[in-house]
């Protein structure tokens, strides 16, 4: 998951550049979307070919590094990664060998082959490419020397501040006093994290759609207190003001939101008719409406980012909490209710929409209200 930084730090403090991503696996920085520009001469005259190119920074590097997955935007192949070609790739023509581009394929952050290193030449402004892979080229379009760069930002790519997780914020816990039992099942929930997840860790619909559409995807971490039990105090006889709370809950659960935004529940639980799978590194969810995608650096993310917060994963999707709670206030109770502590991680496209929530429940924050 990546997250923003404003250029005006980079320019204040220049060995920020340097610095690592946040802490925590499958981390990354973004900055501006690009294209190339290549510039010919022959005498007098001159031509400028221009390819267009998403980068998309290497996940766990610093931007020092200048290291990038390089996505092709338009075409046959769009939203595939642009890959290096080896000594097998090479071509022979009348009178020597050349290098002969490979088409883009499907994204894999681990092939070495599609990320790149951009180099700047002592010529300020313009670049080379090398790939990350030895013994390996580049698309010709990278490798030549000598191209510059021009930034463009389309409509649907502004990007907005996002920080990543506020552990003091998240470590207050929301508050549990804000809302009555009486009106809500639940508290307002309170924002402790917010990063971008780009479109080749996720998988909705087609490639096309997703980069027309959105080719990021906002993800927030909230947290709120949600209702697993509650009973009314029947007329005063519950016996010596005592309340057995005995439920199952659901350690997990993801819901998926169509385009009409109507929430379908992805139970994660073995016996239930909705299913999670993991087909070649991407973590599929399936309901009777629709499926989404994540590929398992993001979960990989999310798990830990919940591990390391206290939430137990135990061996099976639900869990019992059994508690006995005792009344002891004065003048007697009306209602009673018990909540545990869910953090979600909220996923939305770019236009807001809902994409996905996928909720951790931490039973080892249970708290209870009486009124």
Known sequence: MYVT?????????????????????????????????????TGSTSSTSYNKVVFIPVLNQPLSSNLYYAIQPRGSHIGEAFESSTEEDKATGCFCSFVSDVNPQPFDPKNHFQQFEIIPKRRRG???????????????????????????????????????????LRSRLSDFDSFSLSNKQSSKPVIVGKWYIPFIFIKEGTL????????????????????????????????????????????EVVSLFGGDQKETTVMMSDHDHHERRVVDGVMWFKSSRSEVGLRSEIIERMNWEEDRFGWVRGNERQVSVKREEQFGGVHGWKKFGCYVLVERFVLKRMNGSLLLTYDFKHTHHIRSKWE
């Open 208 to 251: 096309k759609d997703q980069m027309t559409r959105s080719m990021y995807y906002e993800t927030t971490l909230e947290q709120r207190w949600e209702q697993i039990f509650e009973c009314d105090n029947n007329n005063g006889h519950n016996k010596d003001n005592v309340v057995v709370v005995d439920v199952s809950i659901e350690t």
């Open 5 to 41: 930084r404003p250029l005006s730090m980079y320019k204040k403090f220049p060995a920020a550049l340097q610095s690592p991503p946040p802490e925590g696996p499958n981390s990354g920085i973004l900055n501006k979307n690009l294209k190339t520009s290549y510039t010919t001469s």
């Open 126 to 168: 313009y670049f080379t490419a090398k790939s990350v892979n030895p013994d390996s080229y580049p698309p010709t379009f990278l490798r030549r020397k000598g191209w510059n760069l021009v930034t463009k930002t389309a409509h649907n790519l502004e990007l907005q501040e996002a920080p990543g997780l506020d552990m003091e």
